[in-house]
Each structure stands twice: as C-alpha cells, then as structure tokens.
C-alpha cells in the first residue's frame, strides 16, 4: 500500500490543497481539471470525491475558504487585545495590508492569471472574502461597538484595503501605522452611526 493511502485525511487533504495550489498557479483556475489534481496530489479520483463530494466545485471552494481562513486566523493573532475600536481598526488595517503585499503566491496568481485572480480578490470572490473577514474580525470588535455596525465597518475596511492593495495609493500607505491611523480617525470614525461603546 502505497503512503498516501495510508495517510490521515487531514494528510491527504493537505496534499489535494498543495496539488491544486500548484496546478492553479501552472495553468489558472480555469483549465485545471480533476485529473491534474489527482496526478499531482498522487491520489485517486475516488478519495478526492469521497472528501469533496460535488467535485471540482466544492473542491475550488474549499481551497479558496481554507486560503481565508489561515490568512484570518494569522490577522486575529495579532489584532487580539486591541484596546479601543480605533486600535483595532488600525491593526486590522496595517496587518491585512502587509501580509497581502508579503504573499508570494498571490503575487505569483496575478502574475500568470491576473484576470482570475482579480477576479477572486474583487467581483467572484469579494463576498466570500466579506464573509469570512466578519466571521473572524466582528467578535473582536464586541466591547466596543454592536455586530450590525460592525459587520459594516468590516466590509468596507475589505474593500479598501483590497483596494489599496490592487491600485497602491501615492498619498497613503496602509502598511504604516501613522498613515492608517490618521486615515481611521479621519474617515472612518466620524462615519460611525453609533457611537463606540
């Protein structure tokens, strides 16, 4: 019996993500089909449908939630603690803002299939990227403000640092503590309904 198949699921999904991660890279979301997958991960067809019934589909979404997810959980770490509404509004800001100029493969991505990739970062994916930033970041966010109001300021913080990140601003740099901090007090603040508990 070969490794893979005595491999943990976790093991084995880890190994289907990778797979993916590097067929999208070579060809695009597009144009990768199942079999890629499966010739790069070194597992069947049948254990990629047994842990992702519905196919390719589910499969794509999974990678993409799971992308999310880690990249969320990495922001939380550091956003913890945040003092005041505005503290953390920074920190949120100036993390997400430097791990998105840091990733390396989501450089790559806009690098060989820039239109699938805005795509995902923009049109097709920005709700999914919304859902899972009010997810990690609203619970946070409790003492200080309520969820709906909350739920807001996460969506439009997602925009802009996506935004900023995509079309870099000559006159404001979201990866400096200062700069996003005058930009928070200045604008984002003031156009709070409630205001901070």
């Not at 996460?154 to 400096?176: A, E, G, W």
Request: glycine residues 6%.
């Amino acid at each position: 019996m070969s490794p893979v198949t005595t491999s943990q699921p976790r093991d084995i999904e880890a190994a289907i993500f990778a797979a993916v991660d590097s067929c999208v890279t070579q060809w695009g979301w597009d144009k990768v089909t199942m079999d890629d997958i499966c010739v790069t991960a070194g597992v069947s067809r049948a254990t990629v449908y047994r842990l992702f019934p519905g196919g390719r589909d589910v499969l794509f979404e999974a990678v993409r939630l799971g992308k999310l997810e880690g990249f969320f959980t990495a922001m939380r770490a550091h956003i913890e603690g945040s003092e005041s509404l505005e503290d953390l509004l920074v920190r949120c800001i100036v993390v997400a803002s430097i791990e998105l100029q840091h990733d390396e493969h989501l450089a790559m991505m806009l690098a060989t299939v820039p239109g699938e990739t805005l795509g995902d970062l923009t049109v097709s994916g920005l709700g999914r990227i919304v859902r899972v930033a009010t997810a990690f970041i609203t619970p946070l966010t409790d003492e200080f403000i309520p969820g709906d109001e909350a739920a807001h300021i996460v969506d439009v913080m997602c925009r802009l640092v996506i935004s900023y990140y995509l079309s870099p601003s000559s006159t404001i740099d979201f990866t400096n503590e200062d700069a996003a901090r005058h930009f928070v007090q200045r604008f984002v603040l003031p156009a709070l309904t409630i205001t901070a508990k």
